[in-house]
């Protein structure tokens, strides 16, 4: 049920995200205690603002209204991804390239399945991310396919 959600939603998207020139990052449908949440992430260069995020609600809510997809009630919750955003796409990844990103794999590598660092390069098939440990740097390379998720973060150094 919310596999089908989510796509009739990304179609929906689509020519709003088109119009207003932003870039549709994720759809979560899931249910939270008692109530369904439908969450929709945008962003665009320079980050997007409560008024983009009105504007997008209002006119998902209108198409939401016609189609009618989800036949319970439910909150709908436009915004950003945050300073922390998922990494979900290829292209994602290679926008972050210089970046610090979080990465899980699904297995350890080098005895480890989370890394933190400075995405060095990414060619498609494998990420390099400068990663410290203790006082030494290093360099680990991170088959795409291992990826279980990616995501921006935020360093305090």
């Not at 119009?19 to 945008?42: C, Q, T």
Request: charged share 30%; hydrophobic share 35%.
């Amino acid at each position: 049920m919310s596999e089908k959600v989510t796509e009739t939603v990304q179609q929906l998207m689509e020519p709003i995200v088109l119009e207003m020139n932003l870039e549709l990052v994720d759809i979560e449908y899931l249910k939270e205690g008692s109530s369904w949440f439908l969450r929709v992430y945008v962003d665009k260069d320079g980050g997007i603002d409560i008024e983009d995020c009105g504007v997008v609600s209002e006119k998902l809510s209108e198409k939401l209204d016609d189609l009618d997809p989800i036949p319970h009630n439910y909150f709908l919750e436009v915004s950003s991804p945050g300073a922390e955003r998922p990494l979900k796409k290829k292209e994602d990844i290679a926008r972050a390239i210089g970046k610090n990103i979080n990465v899980k794999t699904y297995e350890p590598i080098e005895g480890t399945k989370t890394f933190e660092g400075t995405l060095i390069s990414f060619d498609n098939e494998t990420l390099v991310i400068q990663v410290t440990i203790k006082t030494r740097k290093k360099e680990v390379s991170i088959p795409y396919e291992k990826v279980a998720k990616a995501r921006l973060a935020i360093s305090f150094s």
